[in-house]
Every structure is written in structure tokens, then in C-alpha cells.
């Protein structure tokens, strides 16, 4: 149907779909009751290459492009979202920054391990008192005397696979009065004096991932290890941002798919007052609306996927397109998520059956990577050309 979609984009998302259902989904609900961490899944996954989808095969990856990547995630969504998260971090918000941003020696260094799936990787942006408003951080990296180190020292919040990450790329400020042109990015290795994780984040949803906040006290970091000029990291920040919008819109359509599928099997199934209830305009209507919206999402990320890979010929921002693609699917999960649930009545509610794991994983879906509010603001903006 589509001619961009190729034999080898349909061998990765078979790839995918085939590992999630056989080795992921069957344990997804332990690892949600728990919230440990599937350690396991994850390394069998970065050695069936998930972790690096669009890395060259020189730098630890596949070598494959933005659509390739998509359809994998969401396959493994589909099985269970907690495992697309570090899916997503690792290849969009570290591998693609370093692929995009680091030098031939930090690629050595830091790239290769993280696609090829030994070790993980992570993305700080976020401080306790900047969220949205990520150009007003608090932490402060200090270059020393004698130009060979900064001093790192701040506290940064809701870092996604923090507890586990080996490396992770922090942006905090070098220059302060330069507000967001005074933001630098910086490769952490997490096994050095003067780096602490907080406590793990007891969660609402994706809760076999792991976030948590982490500190920094008189952390030294190399000048080698400086991601970019000084002042770039805002800048690397959003670029990095929009591949990471297109992830997380590939999770959302994977969460909706499996709810979708459950609700139409149901539908199919379930009697009510003498009929199948799926024979009820009003549970049609509900199928059709959550199948509209599905393959609307699905467009979206196909045409972000697009404007990204055009974007590594042209150099051209795909920020429209990746923005319009998280807000709907991300939306359009959390409404189909609700649909499912009121279809399958009180077996929805209950913890029987996935549903309200995929209602309770839906909802990141909607603030991280930047909130619904922040999408409608870089959409609008980029139509206008008003900040
Ligand atoms: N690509 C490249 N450059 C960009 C850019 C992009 N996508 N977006 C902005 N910029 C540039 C602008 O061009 C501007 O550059 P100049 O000064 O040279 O003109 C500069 O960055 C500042 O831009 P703005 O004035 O637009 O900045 P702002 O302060 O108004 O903020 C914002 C813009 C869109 C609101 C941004 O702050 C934002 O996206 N906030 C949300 C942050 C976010 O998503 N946080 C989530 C963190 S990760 C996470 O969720 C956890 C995890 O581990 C998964």
C-alpha cells in the first residue's frame, strides 16, 4: 500500500513483533506489579539489534532508517510499553545525539556500547524546578583552572533508565546569564566519584522502566567528553527532542494497536442482551472512532518518519511533523486506552486482563518528551513563525 515501506522494514517489524510476543508479552504483567526492572528482555533486545535501529553497523547499530526504527518500537509497545521506553531512549534521545553531535573518539567510547546493547544509555534534561521550561535549569558546570575539567554540581529529575544507565548525556548550565545559549551538554559516566542516583520514582505507568532523579557534587568531567561547543546544549537538546517525539509517538500507536485488538476481539465475543455486544451501534461507533484515530497516528509517524529522513540529506528541522505525530498519538492513545476500558466493562477494570496497564502506560505518553501543551506550542509556532 505504501511503496516506502520496504521488504526489509517488514522483516524488522516482523523481527520485532515476533520477539515481543513470544518473549515480552508473557511477562510484561509480573514486571508491571513489581516494577523491577527487565534487565534480561532489555539485553536480548540490544543484541537483536533494537537498540541502535538507526546507528551505522561501524557504530555498534544496524544501520537502518527512522521508519525501520518506528515500526520495531511499536511492535514491542504493542507487547508492553515499559520496554519501549528504554527502547526509545537508547536509540533516539542517546545514540542519535551522539551520532548527530559526538566526536569520532566519543563514538568509540560512548556509542558503540549502547547500540550494540551492553550497555544503556540515558538523557537528562529536566531539573525539579524546570520542566517545560527547559532553558531555566539550576545545575552548573564550572570549567577548572586549568581548562582539563568541569565541575559538574545540581540535581536533575525524571531521567528515564537512570537507575540502570551506564552513560548519560547532561545538559546543564556553563553560563547562566546567557540563559538558554548558556546551556552545555555533557557525557556522564555513571561509575565516578561525585554522581548519585535518587530513589527509584514509584510510578503510575511504564513502571518496569526506571526513572529517577540523579545529583552531582563536585562531579569531574573531562573537556573530551563536552557534547558540542559551549552554549550548543539547548540547541542539541530540542534537535535530539524531535527524534525522541517521533519514539514516542511509535510507543502511543503501539499501546492504541493493542488496545484496539483486544476491544474488536472482545466485541467479537462477548454477549449482551441476547447479541454479540460488537452488534450495538454503540459499541460500533466506539470501533470505528479508535480505528480512525489509530491509522490517522499511524500517518502522522510514517510522515515524521519521512521529514526525518529527508532532514539527514536537506538538514532541514522535521519539528512540525514530529510534534503533530506525538500529540495526536499520544491523545489518541489515552482516548483509545479509555474506549477499551469502557468496552470491556468491569473485565477492562480489572487486572485480569492488560487493559488498564495500557490506560496507566498511555498517560506518559501525553507529558514526557514534552507535554501536549508544548506540542501545540512548537506546532503553532512553527506555523506562525511567532514565539
Ligand atoms: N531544533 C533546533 N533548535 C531549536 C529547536 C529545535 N527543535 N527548538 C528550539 N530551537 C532553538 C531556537 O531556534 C532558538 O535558537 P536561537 O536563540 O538561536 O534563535 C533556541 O533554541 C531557543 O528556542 P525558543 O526561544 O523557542 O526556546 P523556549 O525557551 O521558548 O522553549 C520549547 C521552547 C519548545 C518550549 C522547549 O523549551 C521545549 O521543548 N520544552 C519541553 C522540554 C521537554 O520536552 N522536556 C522533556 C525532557 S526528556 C523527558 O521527558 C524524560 C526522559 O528521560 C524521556
Redesign the pocket.
Given at each position: 500500500m505504501f511503496d516506502f515501506i520496504t521488504e526489509e522494514h517488514t522483516m524488522i517489524q516482523e523481527a520485532a513483533r515476533d520477539f515481543a510476543q513470544k518473549s515480552i508479552a508473557p511477562i510484561a504483567e509480573h514486571f508491571d506489579e513489581t516494577g523491577e526492572f527487565p534487565i534480561d528482555t532489555i539485553r536480548q533486545m540490544g543484541g537483536l539489534g533494537f537498540m541502535g535501529i538507526e546507528v551505522p553497523e561501524e557504530y555498534g547499530g544496524v544501520g537502518m532508517d527512522t521508519l525501520a526504527y518506528s515500526l520495531a518500537l511499536t511492535e514491542i509497545c504493542k507487547a508492553d510499553a515499559s520496554h519501549g521506553?528504554v527502547m526509545?531512549?537508547n536509540n533516539s534521545?542517546y545514540a542519535h545525539g551522539l551520532m548527530k553531535f559526538g566526536t569520532e573518539e566519543q563514538k568509540q567510547k560512548y556509542l558503540i556500547p549502547v547500540a550494540s546493547g551492553e550497555k544503556i544509555g540515558?538523557?537528562?534534561?529536566?531539573e525539579p524546578m524546570s520542566?517545560?521550561?527547559?532553558?531555566t535549569m539550576k545545575s552548573r558546570a564550572v570549567l577548572n583552572e586549568a581548562g582539563t575539567h568541569y565541575v559538574i554540581n545540581g540535581v536533575k529529575s525524571?531521567?528515564?533508565?537512570a537507575p540502570y544507565a551506564d552513560f548519560i548525556v547532561v545538559f546543564t548550565m556553563t553560563a547562566p546569564e546567557k540563559?538558554?545559549?548558556g546551556v552545555t551538554a555533557f557525557l556522564i559516566e555513571t561509575d565516578k566519584p561525585g554522581f548519585e542516583r535518587g530513589k527509584k520514582e514509584p510510578k503510575l505507568g511504564i513502571r518496569a522502566s526506571a526513572?529517577s532523579e540523579i545529583m552531582f557534587d563536585d562531579y569531574q568531567c573531562p573537556v573530551e567528553n563536552r557534547l558540542g561547543a559551549e552554549g550548543e546544549g539547548?540547541?542539541i537538546?530540542?534537535?535530539v527532542?524531535?527524534a525522541?517525539?517521533i519514539g514516542?509517538a511509535s510507543q502511543a500507536l503501539g499501546i492504541a494497536d493493542a488496545a484496539l485488538e483486544a476491544s474488536i476481539a472482545y466485541a467479537q465475543e462477548r454477549e449482551a442482551f441476547g447479541q454479540k455486544i460488537g452488534q450495538f451501534q454503540m459499541i460500533q461507533q466506539k470501533l470505528a472512532d479508535m480505528k480512525t484515530r489509530v491509522e490517522a497516528s499511524r500517518l502522522l509517524i510514517y510522515q515524521a518518519c519521512l521529514a526525518k529522513e529527508a532532514s539527514k540529506k536537506t538538514g532541514a528541522?522535521y519539528?512540525l511533523e514530529a510534534s503533530m505525530a506525538k500529540l495526536y498519538a499520544s491523545e489518541t492513545a489515552m482516548w483509545v486506552t479509555t474506549q477499551a476500558i469502557q468496552i470491556h466493562g468491569g473485565m477492562g477494570y480489572s487486572k485480569e486482563m492488560p487493559l488498564e496497564r495500557y490506560f496507566r502506560d498511555a498517560k506518559i505518553t501525553e507529558?514526557?518528551?514534552?507535554?501536549s501543551e508544548?506540542q501545540r506550542?512548537?506546532i503553532a509556532?512553527s506555523l506562525t513563525g511567532l514565539?
Open positions: 521506553t526509545s531512549v534521545l540515558a538523557y537528562s534534561l529536566t520542566g517545560s521550561d527547559a532553558g525524571w531521567v528515564t533508565s540563559k538558554h545559549k526513572t539547548f540547541k537538546a530540542m534537535t527532542l524531535d525522541g517525539r514516542i528541522r519539528s507529558i514526557y518528551e514534552g507535554t508544548i506550542m512548537v509556532r514565539r
